[in-house]
């Protein structure tokens, strides 16, 4: 099970941080706990949008992707403190994040009640229809005199207290499962995915036939893009283009590039389509996902691409057994984003991964055990059919 826990305060030293810690190492077995800070969230004003920015983006998908949240409060002034409530604002203006999930609530403080009006105070605000979580009802975990609550180690000193801490994360699993039964499967996008790529994105180029066999030349024409021994400046380092290609070239696996209109852009063109693992063609490049997809296959298509645009995975992995037993074939799907956490497009990278378990095998001196299914793929999950969803119809078998 993963959760994400809120440490629900900016201090450099939080004792909410530390119990958040602390919950993450004790009960490591019950659960994988990813600890996200509020440090960084800018004050919430809605004349000055920052849902895309990356602090915000981030805490969204790790949300998103986490089975359930705790949030750690402290209480300033009898409340949560303002950095908390901004976090909580910014993800329920344009986008709601804890919008049904199983959220928990603990809290620590200096004071004997511990926390309890900031932690009630949370309750309604999370019930509040922009926010919408599924707060557990009860099961209050309360940390008063927490300047003497932990050790040097930053382990609880009493043990009823962690007794009663781990009563209540085992109810907080139970209501994570159960609220997992009680709800309907989301609809993972509202719109469905546009394979003509009849849309625009910044970096379409425009006016040149996206179908036509020489779309790279004719693409490169119009937007005066370099070639050869001309220099690009990259995030961390400077190439030529010829070193680019170079570099692409050289990578052991069939790599592909489909941006987020949709189009195919391109593909580290080293072996003529009959010798690749799934045939691509020169011509492909810059075509519509729709034009290199049989029209049967548009739904796979759509379901992969939406997976990664919503953020509901960040990766989608498909083994194509038609290979034979000599290679493990997998077309991973992985969701490419820019700095601000903006869906970018697909990178599909197809890989034999046989010669790397074997060369595994035989450093560490191992052996196989049991049938491996390579032929008919018993142990994938797949159920969208082995479809190759960026650029080739055919799946080489
Ligand atoms: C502005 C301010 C107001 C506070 N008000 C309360 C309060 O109402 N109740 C309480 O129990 N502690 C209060 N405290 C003390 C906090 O419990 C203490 O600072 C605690 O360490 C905060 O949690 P943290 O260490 O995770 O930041 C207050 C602290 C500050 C700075």
Request: hydrophobic share 35%; net charge negative.
């Amino acid at each position: 099970m993963k959760l994400v826990g809120i440490v629900g305060s900016s201090a450099e030293v939080s004792y909410n941080r530390t119990l958040l810690k602390y919950i993450k190492k004790q009960f490591k077995s019950m659960f994988d706990l990813e600890i996200l800070e509020i440090k960084e969230v800018p004050m919430f004003n809605q004349s000055d949008d920052q849902t895309n920015s990356e602090v915000i983006q981030n805490i969204h998908r790790k949300i998103l992707e986490s089975d359930g949240v705790i949030i750690a409060t402290p209480e300033h002034n009898h409340t949560i403190p303002a950095g908390l409530k901004s976090l909580l604002e910014w993800l329920s203006f344009k986008i709601h994040s804890l919008e049904d999930k199983p959220v928990m609530i603990v809290g620590a403080s200096y004071y004997d009640q511990g926390s309890s009006r900031a932690q009630l105070h949370l309750r309604q605000i999370l019930d509040a229809p922009g926010v919408n979580a599924m707060v557990m009802p009860g099961n209050e975990f309360l940390l008063g005199k927490v300047k003497e609550a932990f050790d040097e180690n930053e382990d609880l000193k009493d043990q009823r207290t962690i007794d009663f801490l781990e009563s209540t994360l085992e109810k907080f699993i139970k209501f994570v499962k159960l609220v997992s039964v009680i709800e309907e499967p989301k609809e993972t996008v509202a719109k469905p995915e546009d394979l003509y790529a009849t849309g625009k994105v910044d970096t379409t180029i425009e006016g040149v036939d996206m179908a036509a066999d020489d779309w790279v030349e004719q693409a490169a024409k119009a937007v005066n893009a370099v070639e050869g021994n001309t220099y690009v400046k990259l995030d961390r380092g400077i190439l030529t283009v010829d070193q680019l290609n170079y570099f692409l070239a050289s990578m052991p696996m069939e790599l592909t590039y489909a941006d987020h209109n949709n189009q195919f852009l391109y593909y580290n063109y080293t072996k003529e389509a009959d010798e690749m693992l799934a045939s691509r063609t020169p011509g492909q490049a810059g075509n519509p996902l729709a034009n290199c997809h049989p029209e049967s296959k548009f739904n796979s298509v759509s379901w992969v691409i939406q997976q990664l645009r919503s953020g509901a995975t960040d990766a989608v992995r498909v083994h194509v057994p038609t290979h034979g037993p000599d290679k493990y074939v997998v077309h991973n799907y992985q969701a490419m984003h820019d700095k601000e956490g903006n869906y970018k497009g697909i990178n599909e990278y197809i890989l034999d991964f046989k010669p790397i378990i074997d060369w595994y095998l035989k450093q560490t001196g191992q052996k196989l055990v049991g049938d491996v299914d390579a032929v008919s793929g018993a142990s994938q999950n797949d159920s969208h059919g082995g479809v190759d969803a960026v650029s080739s119809a055919s799946v080489k078998g």
